[in-house]
């Protein structure tokens, strides 16, 4: 299943102050960089908790041995390439399909146990699947309508959504009357409109093109914020991770690989999958020519620095670093690539191929393929990854 928005209604046990279960693991967060609302979010409760969740179709293991607390309020999103289990994380979470193993609360409830149709569940929608022979007004009306919420309440409920999703002249018109990114906005009004404890999302803007789903994740941020309400997205474009989330958590063969904020996931990777699943990442394992290190490596761990980090210079050219903490290395252009604001380099060093992005500053000296240029960078910047 893919490219679905999902919204559940799991209550088995609202939250009450005597059974929330707060969690006994803390965030993993960078040690700086943290504003007041990141602390707030927190000392938020729990809400959701998976327990040493295991799902195995057959001889596929889908997800395993996934334990995450997701904290009321809080946009966290699942990262990882196609396969990687984040789908079936989903579904387990809605109810649709149950744990091989593990447990998995909501409000401090478990409720791995209950069948789907016990839950008071939501409903799926696939992205922006808006019924297509019914106005705005209606496709919204009908979650309330499922409920048996009366045609008054029903009314000012859809009025007071669309005004908050920024709709409130568009009632009246199809879904095909409306761009993509309208009817986007119908599809997450109308999963929000019956107040559910949490929204999920598979994908959300897997079908928008670029520009479009930039100005959606803004939208969506800024919904986010609106609504306060806790939010668990699935997607595979680190982009969409990174601009939307609390949390990432990184998926890769059915196992979270590394949980983090999105700064800290970019800036200190646990391993080279995530460096390299999360923006680039040069190895520094293989350089035929020696960077001398004082930092010990860690056994299992490969050396490894961001493009952005790395500085191109003239040979012998002086730097802007300190002496000391300098790690430089000789190479050859291979090809210099032009994007806008940025210039970005691939130096061959050796048998190696180390990339270098740099911010096209007036009268800073453009390199071109065939020559050679020097590279260097602090050894502080250096991060020691899990090989
Ligand atoms: N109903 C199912 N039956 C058998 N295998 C499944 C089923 N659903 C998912 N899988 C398998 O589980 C793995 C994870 O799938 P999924 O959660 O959809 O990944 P993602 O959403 O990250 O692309 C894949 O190998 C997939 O083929
Ligand atoms: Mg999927």
Known sequence: MSDALIIARIDSGRASPSNLNLGSRPFNVAASGRSTEDNALEQSPAQIE???????????TAVQDVSLTVRRGEFLTILGPSGSGKTTALMLLAGFV?????DILIAGNSVA????????????????????????RRNLEFP????????????????RILERVHLKDFGGRMPSQLSGGQQQRVALARALIADPPFLLLDEPLGALDRNLREQ??????????????????????????????????????????????????????????????????NILENLDCDV????????????????????????????????????????????????GPLRKYHVRVG?????????????????????TVQL????????????
């Not at 998976?50 to 596929?60: A, E, L, P, W």
Request: aromatic residues 6%.
């Open 376 to 387: 260097d960078w602090l050894q502080s910047d250096v991060r020691f990854v899990e090989a």
């Open 98 to 102: 149950a744990p091989t193993e593990g």
């Open 292 to 339: 001398e290190s004082n930092a010990p490596q860690p056994p299992g761990t490969v050396p490894m620095i961001r493009p952005e980090r790395i500085c191109v210079a003239a040979p012998g050219a002086p730097t802007r670093s300190d002496e000391r903490q300098r790690q430089s290395v000789t190479g050859i252009v291979e090809d210099m690539i032009y994007a």
């Open 113 to 136: 146990a209950v069948p789907s149709y016990r839950r008071d569940q939501g409903i799926v929608f696939q992205s922006y699947a808006l019924f297509p022979h019914l106005t705005v």
């Open 351 to 371: 048998s190696s191929v180390l990339v270098a992005r740099e911010h096209a500053a007036s009268g800073q000296q453009i390199f071109r393929q065939g020559d």
């Open 50 to 60: 998976f327990r040493n969740v295991t799902k195995r179709y057959g001889q596929v």
């Open 216 to 281: 959606m994740q803004i939208e969506m941020k800024t919904l986010h914020k609106e609504f306060g309400i806790t939010t668990i997205c699935v997607t595979h474009d680190q982009e969409e991770a990174l601009t939307l989330s609390d949390r990432i958590v990184v998926m890769r063969a059915g196992r979270i690989e590394q949980t983090d904020r999105p700064e800290a996931l970019y800036d200190r990777p646990a391993s080279r999958f995530v460096a390299n699943f999360l923006g680039e990442a």
């Open 144 to 159: 309330l309508e499922m409920r048996g919420v009366n045609a008054g309440d029903r009314l000012k409920r859809v009025d």
